[in-house]
């Protein structure tokens, strides 16, 4: 058996996690950076890693009950995501491969939220609807990687709530907050939107909804884009499921934990005979657990890096990542 210590350092969250190559999660450790005001400045989240990685990784081991010497493989998110983030997680994977003297492999963010939803979810061939902070993603596996039939041009669908709320004077992250207020209306006032073909824009309706504050109770506003803006994610993803005729869809990333998008995504895939699944709401978000379980997957097709082909990547899209564990 190969244990996997994974950590993730993209944006907001650092997190630990040790999971095993059967595919068990042994432990995952979180620690969220929460901007006292405005989004996420890269280097200020990244001095927050800095100070915080030490005892996440110390609670992560404790959680599993595994001595760092029983650690059998690194694994570290390489990118996408904020530079200054992602150097704090490669550079403590690196000296971990050092001082522990075994292999480290690199992943791709966008890949693990799609593999911890097919591990959790036991589902073998889903169409994904990845939706987060930085990703708004649907894709299908074809051809030896994750296809993409549709997503975003401009901002992705949690960065819009995590926006919005800001202008509505909510702290970071919105999504949360604003999925409980729409739970406390039903008046839908009319808001863009933008589906292009296969993708969708979201900026329009981050204005719209912005300058309706002015003029509508939030509670109403915040219904309104949700209901607006799941029903674009929903168009989409519906027609992706018409064209490829898969049998499961699967939701994952951090927007995925919104019980009123499950809920629309589950009825277009009934619609359409396919079986719904949700990633659980504790491996929505970003986590280790989801680095440390690609990085098994990666490694055991591909091995190790060596430690010049470690720097990380913040800019790289998920269809241009080989994915050889699956055929
Ligand atoms: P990416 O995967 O693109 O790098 P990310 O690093 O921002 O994204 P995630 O943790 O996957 O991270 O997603 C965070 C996003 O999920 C935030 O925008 C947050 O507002 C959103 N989110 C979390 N819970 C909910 C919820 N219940 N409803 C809507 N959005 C939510
Ligand atoms: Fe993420």
Redesign the pocket.
Known sequence: MTLCLGLES????FSAGVVDDSGNILSVVNDTYVPQEGGLHPLKTSLHHVECFQDVIRKALETAKTPLESIELISFSQG??LGPCLRVGCTVARALHVFLDVPVVGVN??VA?IEIGRLACKVEDPLTLYV????TIVSAFDCGRYQIFGETLDI?L??M??TFAREAGLQH????K??ALARQSSNYIDLPYTVKGMDLALTGLLTSATHALKTHPLADVAFSMQETAFSMVAEVTERALAHTEKQNVLLT???A??TR?RDMIRSISEDHGAAFHAVPKEL???NGAMIAWTGLLQFKQKGGLALEDTGVIPKWRLDQVPIPWRT
Request: some cysteine; charged content about 10%; proline content about 9%.
């Open positions: 993209t944006a907001h969250t996408p995501g963010h966008c939220h987060s902070g930085g990703n992705a949690g960065n709530l995590d992250p919105g999504g949360p604003i999925e990333g951090g927007v934990a919104n998008l929505a978000g970003d």
